[in-house]
């Protein structure tokens, strides 16, 4: 069983940074596609999430949609299992839930999300 835990989310201020984090349990998370999603407020559907950030498991490849590049930053940990979300001027419309996912071989693992508020 494959599980995905977030974490990193908080109130943050305008400008301001966070870091999200990725971990996996049940796999190894470096042999899968991982993205990061965000549902804002709002909608509740997993068809109405947002892709921000992905990181392929082949030569590690990211891709970031115009709406967020330069400013949001996907990476893999040392480890086999983490992968890490840097979110960098963030502005009160980044306010979201992210979810990263994991999709491998027609399989697909969501975590179950970590708050970002922007405010202040």
């Known amino acids: 069983q494959v599980r995905l835990v977030e974490s990193g989310g908080g109130l943050v201020a305008p400008g301001g940074s966070v870091r999200l984090s990725c971990v996996a349990s049940?796999?190894?998370?470096r042999l899968w596609d991982v993205e990061w999603h965000r549902q804002t407020p709002g909608t509740q559907y997993v068809?109405?999430?947002?892709?921000?950030?992905?990181?392929?498991?082949?030569?590690?490849?990211?891709y970031y949609p115009d709406s967020v590049k330069g400013r949001f930053a996907i990476s893999r940990d040392n480890s086999d299992n983490v992968v890490h979300l840097q979110i960098d001027s963030l502005k009160p419309e980044d306010t979201a839930v992210y979810y990263c996912k994991a999709t491998r071989n027609s399989q697909d693992w969501w975590g179950q999300g970590t708050q970002v508020t922007v405010s202040g």
């Open positions: 068809d109405e999430r947002e892709l921000v950030a992905r990181i392929t498991a082949l030569y590690s490849t990211t």
């Open positions: 049940g796999t190894t998370l």
